[in-house]
């Protein structure tokens, strides 16, 4: 049996989940409970990204505000993961900090930015069995960097990457490639994602988890000729049934 199997069952580790991720995961990128629960409920909801700014939109403030919060977002997601990101960017305090963000819940996904201290915290909580989402990351050398280190996940900002005219999904394309080539077993999270077709786009280009605000995902929804055609259905329904 494989030494990092045995740790998992001896020391009650979280497993990390075994290469590929197939199919691709939705993730929720909010810290609003409500956009949460209507997520869940529709039943595609696999976890939840969340950021210092998006804590912020919501008005949560103060260590034991978060706290509560990051709780509140664990219970409604369940199993799946919640990235929870440190403040801190020196390594000693980004320890403390993703410790205690680690117990809060099982589910927790400790967030550490792409900086040097961050590396070194990356390989600390990889050996301490907390699980890790590197984010911040915006080039192919930075996430082979943060899977060297040991992160279970990398976010490569898609968004913010097409906002300064490059093609943020190259990116992911390129990422996935050096994965596969390398069988590293760091996931690929598609972050800072805009639309319903950057979700597809995500897709194909191979990640293995989409993190999107709602409204990308109800995006998926729309399309005209499913709207003309469903009305015609039901008028002809109608007319051949009248009440
Ligand atoms: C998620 O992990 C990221 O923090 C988030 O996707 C960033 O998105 P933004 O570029 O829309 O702020």
């Not at 050398?141 to 898609?158: E, N, R, T, W, Y």
């Amino acid at each position: 049996m494989r030494c990092d199997v045995v740790a998992h069952l001896l020391f009650f580790i979280p497993a990390r989940r075994d290469k590929p991720l197939m199919p691709m995961e939705f993730f929720l990128d909010t810290a609003n409970l409500d956009e949460i629960a209507e997520a869940r409920d529709l039943g595609v909801l696999d976890g939840v990204t969340t950021n210092p700014s998006l804590m912020a939109k919501e008005g949560i403030s103060g260590r034991n505000q978060i706290l509560k919060h990051y709780k509140a977002i664990c219970d409604l997601v369940g199993d799946g993961e919640v990235s929870a990101e440190v403040i801190a960017t020196d390594f000693e305090d980004m320890v403390r900090e993703g410790e205690e963000l680690a117990e809060i819940a099982d589910n927790i996904v400790v967030k550490i930015p792409m900086i040097k201290d961050g590396v070194k915290a990356l390989r600390h909580f990889s050996e301490e069995g907390i699980r890790t989402n590197c984010t911040l990351v915006f080039s192919t050398a930075q996430a082979i960097l943060a899977a060297k280190a040991g992160a279970d996940f990398v976010s490569p900002f898609i968004g913010r990457i097409d906002d300064t005219n490059w093609d943020g999904m190259s990116l992911i394309s390129e990422i996935a490639e050096v994965f596969a080539i390398q069988d590293y077993d760091t996931y690929i999270l598609a972050a800072s994602i805009r639309t319903s077709r950057h979700i597809v786009e995500a897709a194909k280009a191979g990640a293995d988890v989409v993190t999107c605000p709602l409204r990308s995902i109800l995006g998926m929804l729309n399309h005209p000729l499913t709207d003309s055609g469903l009305k015609k259905f039901l008028e002809d329904f109608h007319r051949t049934n009248p009440s």
